[in-house]
């Protein structure tokens, strides 16, 4: 989103408190704003839709069920990713995905999966689902990042 968005999304985000009896604050309605600039403003929409029709409680929710409803819950998406590391195996390849890049190189790595029987993959979905939920900006390694994007992160956060 930007800036030419922020009206309908004060407009969205009335409409929400009001469903919820519930009020938000100037500050509120700009730290969610803030919070969700980096989805387009009709995900947004979207995913607001699917908190209205399925929350249940009596307050505006929080941004963290803002990006549940955008992304999907964890369990779902690392669930998706261990998707994509059966189809690249069965395709001979290696996943591009740095999260999921990691989460192999935490069970053991790529080689060890391509030695692995399909029983012994069902084993390890298990702690793939495990590594990959626990890997998040704050303990996510440099080392999985790939040549170039360690310095496009430096650039980012205003260099070391």
């Known amino acids: 989103m930007n800036s030419k968005d922020k009206p309908r999304f004060v407009q969205i985000m009335l409409g929400m408190a009001d469903n919820f009896r519930d009020e938000i604050s100037k500050a509120g309605m700009a730290m969610r704003f803030n919070m969700l600039s980096e989805f387009a403003l009709e995900d947004v929409e979207a995913a607001v839709k699917k908190i209205l029709r399925y ?14 409803a955008l992304e999907g819950d964890k369990k779902t998406e690392a669930l998706n990713a261990w998707g994509d590391v059966i189809t690249a195996l069965k395709q001979g390849k290696e ?64 260099g070391l």
């Open 55 to 68: 929350r249940k409680f009596a307050k505006m929710p929080p941004v963290a069920d803002f990006i549940e």
């Open 95 to 158: 996943v591009e995905h740095p999260k999921t890049r990691e989460a192999v190189r935490r069970i053991g790595g790529w080689t060890c999966l391509t030695r692995r029987s399909y029983d012994e993959l069902q084993w390890d979905e298990k702690r793939f689902v495990e590594h990959y939920e626990a890997c998040d900006e704050r303990n996510f390694p440099l080392l999985a990042l790939e040549d170039g994007k360690v310095t496009k992160l430096l650039d980012k956060i205003g």
